[in-house]
């Protein structure tokens, strides 16, 4: 990398002219400091691509790690949470990593790549808090983020449209696990989407000279229909259907956080079961192991409210009492709902009912704010992960 | 409670300097199964009394104990084992050219030989300074994950109690720098410099430095334990000697030449230590005296412990600023104008706080000044076993000399002892004529031989937040070490001088049971 980190301004992915020239909108937005498209054509047809056809998302934003070196397993069995000695070469699992006080600093997916060869993908930079943790270790930690690219190849259709321009076989290929494979001549290494993802598809890792021709070769796929380039404020609401947390915006990463109340503990994010206590020593380990076995102080739960017309949610009220805060919604068209992720204080020690959310809404030219119920759709559970 | 039977010992003490002959000896008399580990075959650590020519003896690294207290000495009735002092108290004198030396009176008495108006600011000076460090007392004993808003709201309320101190005072004081409010209050070039080398010895900062004030309250605290400065009869080894009694008749085992390579932690719980030859000792439970960057990263290992922790003993700076040159002397050394019943006193060498910054700038650019500031004891004018009749020992503590000078220190060693020589002899006309032998200490050699890293004798820099409650690293609790069953008693943990306070504390922490 030629960028000192603190030294970025714009940063531009390897196929942003490819997802400029799809845009009739110019709306951008960032993540991780490149600029992503927020809408490319209209939200209607990105979401039927998403859901029903399929749908080619830039994800090279995404941060990627290769930890290599003779003490990479222990390496990363100190840093996250999981047990990570079971993980065979070609598969992949999610994890989490915390500080000292078990306060989340990041999650992501781990591949491995073979003996002491991983990759970890995170949602946000981690790079400072692997390097701090390689004191002592015999690894090399190397931010790849920006030697590679990554397509996302979602939706119903993704399988399909993957057999139209590879003619090698990925019918067998696993959840979680990784392949290569030649696309037009160029090589490609994909790994699928496993079930906790917002949708079923692949994501594909390239060099960054092959990104625009393989983006080119998959958009050039007539015979697929609804085939489309998409933004993310579909993204968005695709997570929100599977109730998926995001960083920096559900809550925040303990060096991110101005409050002890936006940082989470993995038990306080729901995914305690992803703490595994038999393992060797991790960071955290002494803080979260009293906590194991308690209600945990704040949860982020799913929300759902009624109605067709555009709301602004904000407080959470259980009965009475103000119980949390809505952080993130959005109208599902599946749902034909408002669906939000809310971060709550859980006084009452089990999963609060009876719950309504604050709405702002139109009337005319008036602004009105009203109490509306909302409900907990399906498992409360959250998945943190990187898209 | 059943699996402390399969353990050898109760607790394995390591390093036998004087916090771990501390901790050892109070241990023992608690009627723990005691094991003392030490490197070298020399117990005492910077406690050593060594010969350094035949029938001249002297404390080859630290020659005075700073601030044992003495309540440690009668609970481990250490007369009983052979310590005893010399004349006692022993006085500090800033040394002058012309003459008219300057004796440092203790607590805030007033000082003698002083123009009239240095006379009042040194009673006004020296009020505040004893004021100052009383209230700070508690401050600075307080401990890392200690609860901070406790000690502060009982900071002012002590303030609110002692009302001759001001709270604003504090916050004024102790953030200055040393030489500006010396600067300030004084006249005398010699009183300045000697107060604030008094108050920096061993220390990388110099008197213009922001804190350093609050060194010169660090020490006064220390001494107003009751602590004076006191030079045992054969030298530091004794009292090494003295305290290796005390283990020993309790019941302690004393191993010496046994370098610990690693600590064992099963199940997350310190069990043991594994010797550089291989040995495996088990124990239940392991108090380090070495310093805590060492013990935690490579006895314990990074791996053991969480990352922010890790960081924050790696964040410990290590920094050695003094040599030492210890002399053999064929006859006392005439000093102008010095009453020879002084000849034993303390003696401060450096004329001004001109003279200290220099040398202070001179180190930090790696090199040496050619005027150094010092710290000279002559051991021998009131203990005569040290030298053969008639004849003396001189010991120095040179202060600003750099771990790693420019050049090496292959060429800046002769360097250095003449520039010290040539110093001296300015206060002392003969004394290169009566130069028979003598032995120089580099920060290097300072570290090689008493396995201190960088030559710094408190384990690590002492900065402001190690001195009040981030010590001995921040994000740690107590005297625990996060992991159960290891406790840090080293300099680190409370940093200053021969006092064996921290390895006192670290043992009683564990005797409680707390961390």
Known sequence: ????????????????????????????????????????????????????????????????????????????????????????????????????????????????????????????????????????????????????ARIGVWGARAEALLALVTSDDLTGLQPDHAASCKLAGMPVSLVRNGADHLAPGYVLTCDLDDASAIWRRLRDQREVPGLQAIGWDVLNTARLEMGIARAGVDYQNIFSAIHRADALTPFEAGVGAHVDFTKTHFTGRAALLPLKDKTPARKIIRLQVNGQEPLTLSDVRQGDAVIGRVTSSAYSPAHGAHLALARVSMTAGKTPDSLSVEAEFRRNSVVSRAWRAASLPGDATIAINYL | MSTVKTHSYDVIVIGAGHNGLVAAA???????????????????????????????????????IDALPPRLERQLRL????????????????????????????????????????????????????????????????????????????????????????????????????????????????LKGALALDALIGQAEGPYEPGTALQLLHKTSQRQGGARQRVPLGGLGALAEALCGAILARGGEIRPGVEVSKIIVHGGHAAGVETASGEKITAAQVLSCIDARTTMLDLVGAACLDTGLAKSFRQIRHRGATAKINLALDGLPTIAGLAPALAGSRFLIVPSLKELDEACLAFRRGGLTTEPPMEVHLPSVNDATLAPDGQHVISIIVQYVPHDVTGGWNTAHEKLVQNVVQTLTLYMPDIASRIVAGEVLTPPDIEMKYSLTQGDWHHGVLDMARLLTLKPAALMEGYGSTIPGLYLGGAAAMAGGISGSAGEAAARAMLKGRA
């Open chain 2, 26 to 64: 109070t241990l023992a008399r608690a009627g723990k199964r005691v094991l003392l580990l030490e490197r070298s075959q020399q117990m005492g650590g910077a406690m050593a009394t060594a010969e350094i020519s035949p029938g001249y003896r002297v404390s080859t690294a630290a020659h005075m």
């Open chain 1, 1 to 148: 990398m030629s960028e000192p980190v603190f030294a970025r301004h714009v940063l531009m992915s390897p196929l942003h002219a490819d997802v400029a020239a799809e845009s009739r909108t110019n709306l951008w937005t960032q993540w991780n400091g490149y600029s992503v498209a927020a809408l490319l054509s209209d939200r209607e047809s990105e979401y039927q691509a998403l859901r029903y056809a399929a749908a080619l998302v830039d994800l090279s934003p995404t941060c990627i790690y290769a930890v290599t070196g003779a003490q990479a397993l222990g390496f990363l069995q100190r840093l996250v949470t999981g047990d990570v000695s079971k993980l065979a070469p070609g598969a992949r699992m999610p994890v989490f990593f915390c500080d000292d006080r078990g306060l989340l600093v990041g999650a992501g997916r781990l591949a491995c790549r073979g003996d002491n060869d991983y990759h970890l993908s995170t949602d946000e930079p981690a790079l400072a808090w692997l390097l701090d943790s390689a004191y002592g270790f015999d690894v090399r930690v190397e931010d790849m983020t920006q030697q590679q």
């Open chain 2, 79 to 190: 007369k009983k084992y052979g310590l005893r002092y010399g004349k006692q108290p022993l006085l500090t004198m800033a040394l002058n050219r012309d003459g008219k030396h300057l004796t440092l009176p203790a607590g805030n008495k007033p000082m003698e030989g002083l123009s009239a108006s240095d006379g009042e600011a040194y009673i006004r000076f020296a009020r505040q300074r004893e004021g100052l460090a009383r209230l700070l007392s508690h401050a600075m004993a307080q401990r890392a994950g200690d609860n901070l808003g406790h000690s502060l709201q009982r900071l002012i309320w002590r303030a609110a109690f002692m009302r001759h101190v001001a709270i604003g005072e504090l916050t004024q004081f102790a953030p200055a720098r040393l030489g500006d409010i010396l600067d300030r209050e004084f006249e005398s070039p010699l």
